[in-house]
């Protein structure tokens, strides 16, 4: 029973060791790439973020006044068609204005007044018409610019198309490769998806009262890369 017990340790052992080693085998025929892939697109949409901001003796007169004059921007913007739910209001703050002569008053630096200011983000399809939307808001009281960036209605679609350039360029890579090496390419072991992203170029200036603002939307560059792993065939003396 003895002998049995020790041949059947030193067979465990000897198939476990040829596993291992298989294993191994099968880990160093392997070829590992990145595909990438790049697309330019055209935007077809843009995201301002603009505001109101006032100053007033006292803190209730700078909000009226702010108020009064968002409720024009507000009305202005629908009437050159931007939708309900393509305006987001952001923030609206109120601080207090100090004194710039550092002078004090009951051992603390004197409040001259306060600052209130509204913003709003707004989404705009008809790119064509930027300009003059900005221009629209300006003449009734926009005055806080915070910038201006561009994008694309469904990113998700253009992600989808680069991410399968991504993987057609891998597979490319490993094909030549293989050749290169004299190996015949095998099936995907595994695949890493890395987005990437894509670029969306924000401007902030600072508004001018002037004619329609010359805007050029340009192209938008959104780019993917996947890792994957591929096995290498067994070639016929393996």
């Not at 790439?33 to 077809?44: D, K, S, W, Y």
């Not at 100053?55 to 968002?70: G, I, P, W």
């Not at 007044?113 to 009281?141: C, M, P, W, Y």
Request: net charge negative; proline share 3%; hydrophobic share 45%.
């Amino acid at each position: 029973m003895r002998a049995r017990h020790i041949f059947a340790s030193v067979l465990t052992v000897i198939l476990t060791t040829g596993l291992s080693y298989a294993d191994e085998i099968r880990m160093d025929r392997q070829i590992s790439v990145t595909g990438e892939a790049q697309i330019a697109v055209t935007p077809t949409l843009a995201t301002i973020t603009l505001g109101v901001t006032e100053e007033a003796n006292e803190a209730a007169l700078a909000m009226s006044a702010v108020s009064t004059k968002m409720v024009a921007v507000v009305d202005e913007l629908r009437a050159a068609g931007i939708a309900a739910e393509d305006m987001q209001t952001r923030q609206i703050s109120l601080n207090p204005v100090w004194s710039q002569d550092r002078s004090y008053e009951n051992g603390r630096r004197k409040i001259t007044g306060f600052s209130a200011s509204n913003t709003l983000a707004l989404r705009i399809h008809d790119l064509e018409r930027l300009g003059e939307v900005l221009d629209q808001v300006l003449k009734v009281g926009a005055n806080d610019f915070r910038g201006l960036s561009f994008g694309v209605a469904d990113p998700a679609q253009v992600q989808d198309q680069i991410r399968g350039a991504a993987v057609k360029d891998a597979l490319r890579k490993a094909t030549q490769l293989a050749e290169a090496a004299g190996v015949t390419l095998g099936p995907v072991r595994s695949i890493h998806d890395r987005d990437a992203g894509g670029g969306q170029p924000m401007m902030a200036m600072e508004m001018a009262r002037s004619a329609p603002m010359p805007i050029e939307a340009g192209e938008l560059t959104f780019g993917h890369s996947v890792s994957v792993v591929y096995e290498i065939a067994p070639s016929e003396g393996d």
